[in-house]
């Protein structure tokens, strides 16, 4: 689907959307993009007319009702995960946020707690764009901050909803949202996105289109092609091949990120940045009369200038270990050369700022300094913490504490980010000299002896370009393709392989071999074929491999369906793809779950086929031959799109007395979570709860959805099924439980 969906939808489901995507994935960016457009939209609408202006002035006096029948509206404000969890209360930090943010552009004065408090017009919602949940440090403080969200999110007639972008976190941390917040995964570019990217980058260069095709060749000569899939390294990557054509693009990831940093070195001597730095040390030591303190404040200042790239290193480890001091407060405090006596505290943080701000890596933000990116903070924090033989030596301790005995087959991960350890392997490892061989050993150890948790270290380390032992890594993954317990383990395992090199084509065997095999893991199978239609000089194999599965009736059907939809996927095969999920949705002697699926798919695919899947979805949603969990499902899925038709059909579904007690209780649980519809939900919910014709069961379930509604209602018929005799023993004690809970949380 588009990534803008995850901005749109009802209020009412759940009211918190989680954006996910690995590092420079593009989430900080499409969060900006939405802020901008959505500006764009409120500007050229007529937010200035007396109708809008009294609006806005009754919605900050009173609670506003939500209309169910008005559309869908939102105001996006952006705020830092850290800069939301150090301020308890939230419109205080979104005032915070946005006056900070809007300072330098002309805001005379700060916007007030009350601003935020309420909703910014009737039947409209704040839509608050969490940025950077992952660079909350603690996770004490993080589940703490998913906590407020949940609650806020929850609370009924709620001025807020939530976008939550972040890294992928430790297992269960994003469950304490609960189980009505979506979570949306932000797709890499494409090989035709790249190659769009790269056009518009080389667009002041003669000839563009060739610069496509060599900037395409260079990406498959240093195997950076699937990680220029991920923005922020398509960008680096253009920007380094616009520099100098004929350079070769570096090798590995740390090799792409040390040459961009180098790059902006080089364009900062451009851009005088040096007399820049002369400047300010003049006007450091401008401020002395005595030549005795002109010198020591010339020489100090000097000597800060000449270690500024190891500081910037310094800055970003102490920023990674959650020090959120301001960086010239930071640099001070770790500062090798002490500020000169006759120099005052104020002045030398001046200093340090005007050093700091044209080096093109950070930005300045509030009077503060922030990277451009959490990447660069790692890679610049990875230098730092292997910035020596010592520190190199800590760090190889660290990560392989048991290397050398038999207990390496017990190694796990370090609970580290993916992109931070790959940067360290890679500081450990390039230098080539005995702690890289001590690095090499400990890794062919782990990748012989280690468990199933080292395919996921592996798989991830190889998809960042890290510098792993090439020919152990490639043996253990081998192995895994051969074998593994994971759910589409061996597809990864193979397709990990595909990218080390010298065993792409190693790797493509085995993903053929997978993909073919009626006796493999169906999921291994099509993870496999997907693989290999985007692998390069394997595409044609692999679109005939989906095709095969998509079309072979003798494959389970679900397996089709998701094939076809892998098939839409590829560059050049939308329309096949698209024609066989038609097909699957429209045909009445499928099974229903998979037709649904078949829908989902196309609604997910383009805006062009949006509404035919959704025509489809209110079709089953409204069909009585279909069964109801796939006519309930269907509901769901149409109220997850913001589609109006939505409550309407769970009205209905929640009040046919020829579904399931189980589909009907759920339906209302739904619809109560709709904005504008929590009332009737309700209501449904608690004549559910007294309809003797259901079973007991589904009695009580409706009556737990409706005390997590906190229905005043819910006490009562709760205490009503606990007493009644007539129901079975384990259904009264269910309803004892949720009392017990229920008092429990109002006590």
């Known amino acids: 689907m588009p990534a803008e969906a995850v901005f749109t939808g009802e209020e009412g489901e759940g009211g918190v959307r989680v954006l996910l995507a690995g590092a420079g994935g593009g989430k900080s960016t499409l969060l900006r993009?939405?802020?901008?457009?959505?500006?764009?939209?409120?500007?050229?609408?007529?937010?200035?007319?007396?109708?809008?202006?009294?609006?806005?002035?009754?919605?900050?006096?009173?609670?506003?009702?939500?209309?169910?029948?008005?559309?869908?509206?939102?105001?996006?404000?952006?705020?830092?995960?850290v800069d939301l969890a150090g301020t308890p209360l939230l419109a205080q930090a979104?005032?915070?946020?946005?006056?900070?943010?809007?300072?330098?552009?002309?805001?005379?004065?700060?916007?007030?707690?009350?601003?935020?408090?309420?909703?910014?017009?009737p039947h409209t919602s704040w839509l608050v764009l969490v940025d950077g949940l992952d660079e909350v440090p603690d996770h004490g403080t993080r589940i703490a901050l998913l906590d407020r969200l949940a609650r806020e999110a929850d609370q009924e007639l709620s001025p807020y909803r939530f976008v939550v972008a972040t890294r992928p976190l430790p297992y269960g941390e994003l469950d304490r949202l609960g189980p009505d917040a979506g979570r949306f995964s932000l797709q890499p570019f494409s090989a035709a996105d790249v190659r769009t990217y790269a056009r518009g980058c080389f667009g002041d260069?003669?000839?563009?289109?060739?610069?496509?095709?060599?900037?395409?060749?260079?990406?498959?000569?240093?195997?950076?092609?699937?990680?220029?899939?991920?923005?922020?390294?398509?960008?680096?990557?253009?920007?380094?091949?616009?520099?100098?054509?004929?350079?070769?693009?570096?090798?590995?990831?740390?090799?792409?990120?040390?040459?961009?940093?180098?790059?902006?070195?080089?364009?900062?001597?451009?851009?005088?940045?040096?007399?820049?730095?002369?400047?300010?040390?003049?006007?450091?030591?401008?401020?002395?009369?005595?030549?005795?303190?002109?010198?020591?404040?010339?020489?100090?200042?000097?000597?800060v200038r000449d270690h500024l790239r190891k500081l910037i290193d310094l800055?970003?480890?102490?920023?990674?270990?959650?020090?959120?001091?301001?960086?010239?407060?930071?640099?001070?405090?770790?500062?090798?050369?002490?500020?000169?006596?006759?120099?005052?505290?104020?002045?030398?943080?001046?200093?340090?700022?005007?050093?700091?701000?044209?080096?093109?890596?950070?930005?300045?933000?509030?009077?503060?300094?922030?990277?451009?990116?959490?990447?660069?903070?790692?890679?610049?924090?990875?230098?730092?913490?292997?910035?020596?033989?010592?520190?190199?030596?800590?760090?190889?301790?660290?990560?392989?504490?048991?290397?050398?005995?038999?207990?390496?087959?017990?190694?796990?991960?370090?609970?580290?980010?993916?992109?931070?350890?790959?940067?360290?392997?890679?500081?450990?490892?390039?230098?080539?000299?005995?702690?890289?061989?001590?690095?090499?050993q400990a890794l062919d150890e782990i990748a012989v002896l280690g468990g199933d948790t080292t395919l996921s270290f592996l798989t991830a380390q190889v998809a960042l370009r890290t510098c792993l032992p090439a020919h152990a890594t490639a043996l253990k993954l081998a192995r895994f393709a051969e074998r593994s317990p994971m759910i589409d383990g061996r597809a990864r395992a193979a397709a990990a392989l595909a990218e080390l090199d010298g065993h792409q084509e190693e790797g493509a065997r085995l993903l053929s071999y997978l993909a073919a095999r009626t006796d493999t893991n169906l999921i291994d199978g099509l993870a496999a074929a997907r693989r290999l239609a985007s692998l390069d000089g394997h595409e044609e194999e692999g679109i005939t491999l989906l095709t095969s599965l998509a079309t072979d009736?003798?494959?389970?059907?679900?397996?089709?369906?998701?094939?076809?939809?892998?098939?839409?996927?590829?560059?050049?095969?939308?329309?096949?793809?698209?024609?066989?999920?038609?097909a699957f949705a429209t045909d009445p002697a499928l099974d229903g779950r998979a037709r649904l699926h078949a829908a989902e798919h196309l609604v997910r695919m383009d805006a062009h086929h949006l509404e035919d899947g959704l025509q489809l979805l209110?079709?089953?949603?409204?069909?009585?031959?279909?069964?109801?969990?796939?006519?309930?499902?269907?509901?769901?899925?149409?109220?997850?799109?913001?589609?109006?038709?939505?409550?309407?059909?769970?009205?209905?579904?929640?009040?046919?007395?020829?579904?399931?007690?189980?589909?009907?209780?759920?339906?209302?649980?739904?619809?109560?979570?709709?904005?504008?519809?929590?009332?009737?939900?309700?209501?449904?919910?608690?004549?559910?709860?007294?309809?003797?014709?259901?079973?007991?069961d589904d009695r009580v379930a409706a009556a737990q959805n409706l005390a997590t509604?906190?229905?005043?209602?819910?006490?009562?018929?709760?205490?009503?099924?606990?007493?009644?005799?007539?129901?079975?023993?384990?259904?009264?004690a269910w309803a004892t439980r949720i009392l017990t809970e229920i008092g429990g949380a109002e006590g």
């Open 33 to 81: 993009r939405h802020l901008a457009d959505s500006a764009d939209r409120w500007l050229s609408s007529e937010l200035d007319s007396p109708a809008r202006q009294s609006a806005r002035q009754s919605s900050a006096r009173r609670p506003v009702t939500p209309d169910p029948l008005a559309p869908p509206a939102t105001v996006p404000v952006l705020i830092r995960a």
């Open 315 to 440: 800055l970003a480890d102490q920023r990674l270990k959650g020090n959120t001091a301001p960086a010239v407060e930071t640099l001070d405090a770790h500062l090798h050369v002490q500020r000169p006596a006759k120099v005052k505290e104020a002045r030398w943080h001046a200093f340090l700022g005007d050093l700091l701000r044209p080096t093109g890596l950070l930005a300045e933000r509030a009077g503060d300094f922030d990277f451009l990116h959490r990447s660069l903070l790692e890679y610049h924090a990875a230098r730092y913490a292997t910035r020596d033989e010592a520190a190199r030596a800590r760090v190889l301790e660290v990560l392989f504490p048991h290397r050398g005995t038999t207990a390496a087959r017990y190694w796990q991960p370090p609970r580290l980010e993916p992109s931070y350890l790959g940067f360290l392997l890679d500081g450990l490892l390039v230098p080539g000299d005995s702690l890289a061989d001590a690095t090499a």
């Open 205 to 303: 260069l003669p000839d563009p289109d060739r610069h496509v095709k060599v900037f395409r060749a260079e990406l498959k000569r240093s195997r950076l092609g699937a990680l220029a899939r991920t923005p922020l390294m398509a960008s680096m990557l253009c920007q380094l091949y616009a520099a100098d054509p004929t350079r070769p693009l570096p090798e590995g990831r740390t090799g792409a990120y040390q040459s961009f940093v180098e790059l902006l070195y080089e364009q900062n001597s451009h851009k005088g940045v040096a007399n820049t730095h002369d400047a300010a040390i003049s006007l450091l030591k401008g401020r002395h009369q005595i030549a005795s303190d002109i010198a020591a404040a010339e020489q100090a200042a000097q000597a």
């Open 94 to 121: 979104l005032a915070n946020a946005i006056t900070e943010a809007l300072g330098p552009f002309g805001l005379r004065e700060p916007l007030a707690e009350a601003f935020f408090r309420d909703r910014p017009f």
């Open 709 to 732: 509604l906190d229905d005043d209602r819910a006490a009562d018929l709760l205490t009503g099924l606990a007493a009644d005799t007539s129901l079975g023993a384990d259904s009264r």
């Open 553 to 582: 009736p003798a494959v389970l059907l679900p397996t089709r369906v998701n094939a076809a939809a892998a098939l839409a996927a590829v560059d050049g095969h939308e329309k096949e793809g698209l024609r066989l999920l038609t």
């Open 618 to 696: 209110a079709a089953f949603a409204a069909d009585a031959a279909l069964g109801g969990h796939v006519r309930i499902d269907a509901a769901r899925f149409l109220a997850e799109r913001g589609d109006e038709r939505a409550a309407g059909l769970l009205v209905r579904l929640a009040s046919d007395t020829s579904m399931s007690g189980h589909d009907r209780t759920l339906g209302a649980a739904i619809l109560a979570r709709l904005d504008g519809y929590r009332q009737e939900g309700a209501a449904l919910l608690a004549r559910h709860v007294e309809d003797t014709s259901l079973h007991e």
